[in-house]
C-alpha cells in the first residue's frame, strides 16, 4: 500500500507515519501542504490519500477537490479537527471518502485504511 499524507505539521506526520509502520505501511510519501501534496500526486501512485484540512498555500478541502478531478475512485481520508457538521457537509460533497478527527488512535486510522483498502481491492 502506497500513502500519499499531507500535514503543515512535521509533527503530525511523524506521529502518522509511526502509525502507518505500525500498521505494516512503509511505502509514504510526506507533503507538507496540498501544493506539495498535489505534485506527487501527479508525479505517482498512491493508494489512499491521508490529509490535513487546515493548511496553508492549499487547504485539504482544495487539495480534495483538485485529487478528484484528477481521480474520482482513490480513497482520501480528511483527518482533521474540523467536526463542525457544515463543513464535513461540505467535503462530502466534494467527495471525500471518510473522516478521522484528531486526536486519534493507531486502530481508528487502521480501521479507515482496511475500510478502504478493501473497497478498493474489489
Same mark, same amino acid.
Not at 498535489?38 to 501512485?45: E, I, K, P, V
Not at 473522516?99 to 481491492?121: C, H, I, N
Given at each position: 500500500?502506497?500513502?500519499?499524507?499531507?500535514?503543515?505539521?512535521?509533527?503530525?506526520?511523524?506521529?502518522?507515519?509511526?502509525?502507518?509502520?505500525?500498521l505494516?505501511?512503509e511505502?509514504v &510519501? /510526506?507533503?507538507e501542504d496540498? $501544493? +506539495?501534496a498535489? %505534485?506527487?500526486?501527479?508525479?505517482?501512485?498512491f493508494?489512499?490519500?491521508? *490529509?490535513d484540512?487546515?493548511?496553508?498555500?492549499?487547504?485539504?478541502?482544495?487539495?480534495?477537490?483538485?485529487?478528484?478531478r484528477r481521480?474520482r475512485?482513490?480513497?482520501?481520508?480528511?483527518?482533521?479537527?474540523? &467536526? /463542525?457538521?457544515?463543513?464535513? $457537509? +461540505?467535503?462530502i %460533497?466534494?467527495?471525500?471518502s471518510?473522516?478521522?478527527?484528531?486526536?486519534? *488512535?493507531?486502530?481508528?486510522?487502521?480501521?479507515?485504511?482496511?475500510?478502504?483498502?478493501?473497497?478498493?481491492?474489489?
Open positions: 500500500m502506497k500513502v500519499l499524507l499531507v500535514d503543515d505539521s512535521g509533527t503530525m506526520r511523524s506521529i502518522q507515519r509511526r502509525c502507518l509502520n505500525k505494516g505501511v511505502d &510519501a /510526506e507533503a496540498g $501544493v +506539495q498535489l %505534485q506527487l500526486f501527479d508525479a505517482g501512485a493508494d489512499v490519500v491521508l *490529509t484540512w487546515n493548511m496553508p498555500n492549499m487547504d485539504g478541502l482544495t487539495l480534495l477537490q483538485e485529487i478528484r481521480n475512485e482513490i480513497p482520501i481520508v480528511m483527518i482533521t479537527t474540523e &467536526a /463542525e457538521r457544515s463543513r464535513v $457537509v +461540505q467535503a %460533497q466534494f467527495g471525500v471518510d473522516y478521522l478527527v484528531k486526536p486519534f *488512535t493507531p486502530d481508528g486510522l487502521r480501521e479507515k485504511l482496511d475500510k478502504w483498502m478493501q473497497v478498493s481491492r474489489q
